[in-house]
C-alpha cells in the first residue's frame, strides 16, 4: 500500500492531476453562459457552478492515476458523482418550478426539464475534459513542467471545443425566420399581420395600450417540417418566456398559431418596447429536447407536404 500511495502522489502524477483539474475548471468556466436569458444568476449561480465544476474536474482528474495505483474504489467514486449530478439536476429543476409564479409568463416543464439537463451535462464535460487530459498527459509521460502545462492546454482546448460542438443545441435562429408584425384591432379582435390573435380587447383602454405600447412578431419556419418543432407548445412557451422576461410585461401576452399560414405569431405589450432587440433573443431561443424530431423521419418528403 505504501508504494502505491508513493506512485500516486509522485511529482509527475500530482503535476498531471493539476493540470487535469485546472483545464476540467476552464471547461465549466467556458460553458457558462450568465446574460440576460440563461442561468445562473450572477455572481451567486456563477460561483456555485464554477464550484461544482471544480469537483467535477478533480474527480475526473485522479481516476485514471488511481485505477493505475491499484486503488479500484475510484469507479465508485465516479458512480457517485453521477448520482450526485442527477441529484443537482433535479434540485435546480425543481428550484426553477418553484420559481415559476414568480416570472412575467411561465417558461413550462419542458423549458425548465432541458435547463436541468443541460446544467447536468455541463458537468459531464468538465470531469471528461479533466479525465482525457490526465490521460494524454500519463501517455506522453514527460516531467516538464511547462511542457506539461502546453500539452495540457492543447489538448484540454481541443476536448473542450470538440465536447461543445457535440452537445450544442440549435436555436430558434436555425431554423425559423422572425420579423415584426404590424398591429392592427378591430373591434375587440387583435391582428397581426392581418392574422387573428386574439379578441379578449374589448375595452377602449386595453385597444390603445395594444396599439401604443404592443409589439408583435411572426416566426415563419425555414422549411415546412419546422413547424412541429415551433408549434409544440413546450417551445411556444419557451419563446414567450424569453421575450417577456428580457423585457418585462405590462399586460396581455399570446403565442397564436396560423394554421393556413404556416406561422406561430407572438405578441405582448412590453415594459421596454425594442422590437429588433427582441427579435434578437428570440433568434436566441434554444430548441427544446423534446421539440425536436427525429431527423430520419423529417429528412423524408413529409415535411414537403406541410404549408410555408
Do not use: W
Not at 493540470?19 to 457558462?32: N, S
Not at 425566420?177 to 373591434?187: D, L, P, Y
Not at 386574439?198 to 395600450?209: A, D, F
Not at 405582448?268 to 427579435?279: C, H, L, N, Q, S
Amino acid at each position: 500500500m505504501g508504494n502505491s500511495a508513493e506512485k500516486f502522489l509522485d511529482f509527475h502524477t500530482l503535476l498531471v492531476i493539476i493540470c487535469g483539474i485546472v483545464m476540467g475548471t476552464i471547461a465549466r468556466i467556458i460553458t457558462l453562459k450568465v446574460d440576460t436569458r440563461q442561468n445562473p444568476s450572477f455572481p451567486s449561480g456563477y460561483f456555485i457552478n464554477i464550484i461544482m465544476g471544480f469537483v467535477a474536474a478533480s474527480l475526473g482528474a485522479v481516476a485514471i492515476p488511481a485505477l493505475l495505483a491499484k486503488e479500484f474504489t475510484a469507479v465508485t467514486f465516479l458512480t457517485l458523482a453521477i448520482q450526485h449530478f442527477r441529484e443537482t439536476r433535479n434540485m435546480e429543476k425543481e428550484s426553477l418550478e418553484k420559481l415559476e409564479h414568480t416570472e412575467y409568463t411561465k417558461r413550462g416543464a419542458a423549458y425548465i426539464d432541458g435547463i436541468a439537463k443541460t446544467f447536468e451535462s455541463r458537468n459531464y464535460i468538465a470531469m471528461l475534459t479533466a479525465l482525457l487530459v490526465v490521460l494524454i498527459l500519463l501517455l506522453v509521460a514527460t516531467d516538464g513542467i511547462l511542457v506539461n502545462a502546453m500539452l495540457a492546454a492543447i489538448s484540454g482546448t481541443c476536448i473542450i471545443y470538440a465536447l461543445k460542438s457535440f452537445t450544442k443545441g440549435k436555436i430558434i435562429d436555425d431554423i425559423c425566420t422572425i420579423r415584426e408584425g404590424k398591429i392592427a384591432i378591430e373591434q375587440s379582435d387583435l391582428l397581426v399581420d392581418g392574422m387573428y390573435v386574439s379578441n379578449i380587447l374589448g375595452t377602449h383602454r386595453s385597444r390603445e395600450l395594444f396599439l401604443n405600447e404592443g409589439v408583435a412578431f411572426v416566426i415563419e419556419p425555414k422549411k415546412g417540417k419546422f413547424r412541429l418543432t415551433i408549434e409544440n407548445i413546450g417551445q411556444r412557451q419557451a419563446i414567450l418566456f424569453e421575450a417577456t422576461r428580457t423585457f418585462g410585461i405590462k399586460r396581455y401576452a399570446f403565442t397564436r398559431r396560423n394554421f393556413k399560414a404556416g406561422v406561430l405569431i407572438v405578441a405582448f405589450v412590453t415594459i421596454i418596447r425594442d422590437p429588433k432587440a427582441i427579435i434578437d433573443v428570440i433568434k436566441e431561443t434554444p430548441v427544446l429536447e423534446n421539440s425536436r424530431k427525429i431527423h430520419t423521419i423529417m429528412n423524408t418528403d413529409l415535411g414537403g407536404t406541410f404549408n410555408g
